[in-house]
């Protein structure tokens, strides 16, 4: 079977559109046995008391999909992208999104283990985040040859930022790793705006003439589409931080090796007004006598909190990034930003 989809796969203009399908189908295929055994060995999701109360029905739901979804990406890659071979740019990719899926994961098992909603401390994920992004960024720049340029959307100007490019990539994978976690707190969210956004890299790649980065974008695409088909409300299962930490890697890393990374401020934008929903209600309850700007922080649970069902939300929010990222990606092509 693998080595008919090599043959097909050989043709790049299909080459995209087939890992999709490929990792899509693969994944519905194998999530219920991934159900039945996170059943079996009692791996549930901790749901936190002071959420919305609805939520609480959700507890013991099977969680740490993303361990699947990880296998099933890197596996499609590797089959897909071996006809024209693996670039050090995807590669790249690929151990980014790995290596924070693997933090994710630690971050789950505590909370299994322990059986609460808090799993390993903020600033032990902070420090391994830094960690990730400093070698990110040192194989970029000395075996990939990455400048260390910042290009500014809507002009022809580029920064060298120096050394200080790698303070500029611990803040582009930090804020892309947690943005995505954030907004893993509905069912089908996080895997729907992942989607989204891993298309518009993919197409960003592909102009690049970079196919198997391209391939990388389709396989995370075709994992999330498949996933969906068990996590959209109800949730039969969820793919934890896990995956939600590991597709925030590996869109930072997407917007590093393309050299987007302001871009991803638009492309992602649903993961930025999530973001600074948690960071004005923090600073308005901290500064301004415990006063709270939105119901329930991130953003995604005030609408719930307003009466809201967690299915138009999350459709609702999927448009928003559909159209976030396409005005990223159409601005890429109209004004060459690379």
Not at 132 to 144: D, E, K, P, R, T
Request: net charge positive; with cysteine; hydrophobic share 55%.
């Amino acid at each position: 079977m693998f080595k008919y989809i090599i043959t097909i796969g050989r043709y790049p203009t299909y080459q995209v559109f087939l890992t999709t399908a490929v990792t899509l189908l693969l994944t519905v295929v194998l999530i219920p046995a991934w159900i039945k055994l996170s059943r079996a060995r009692d791996v549930g999701q901790i749901i936190r008391l002071d959420g919305p109360q609805e939520h609480l029905q959700k507890a013991g739901t099977p969680t740490m999909g993303g361990l699947l979804l990880l296998f099933m990406i890197t596996s499609v890659y590797l089959v897909m992208a071996l006809p024209k071979g693996y670039s050090g740019l995807s590669v790249l990719a690929l151990l980014t999104t790995l290596a924070c899926g693997l933090l994710g994961f630690l971050d789950d098992y505590s909370q299994v283990v322990r059986e609460r909603s808090l799993g390993l401390l903020a600033r032990t994920k902070i420090f391994w985040q830094l960690v990730i992004s400093f070698v990110l960024g040192w194989i970029a720049i000395n075996y990939c040859h990455l400048p260390t340029t910042v290009s500014i959307p809507l002009t022809n100007l580029r920064i060298d930022l120096g050394w200080g490019y790698y303070i500029f990539l611990a803040i582009v994978v930090m804020s892309a790793t947690n943005g995505v976690n954030l907004t893993d707190g509905l069912d089908g969210l996080a895997a729907g705006t992942v989607t989204i956004v891993m298309m518009a890299y993919a197409g960003i790649a592909f102009r690049q003439n970079r196919l198997d980065l391209a391939i990388f974008c389709a396989a995370v695409g075709g994992a999330c589409i498949g996933f969906l088909w068990y996590n959209v409300f109800p949730a039969e299962i969820f793919m934890g931080d896990t995956g939600s930490l590991a597709f925030g890697g590996g869109i930072a890393a997407l917007a590093i090796l393309t050299k987007t990374e302001l871009l991803l401020i638009l492309i992602g934008g649903i993961y930025v007004i999530e973001t600074l929903s948690v960071v004005i209600q923090i600073a308005s309850f901290k500064y301004f006598n415990g006063r709270r700007v939105f119901k329930m922080a991130p953003i995604h649970h005030h609408f719930e909190m307003q009466g809201w069902s967690e299915t138009k939300v999350m459709i609702r929010f999927w448009i928003i990034a559909g159209l976030f990222a396409g005005a990223g990606f159409a601005l890429y092509f109209i004004y060459a930003v690379k």
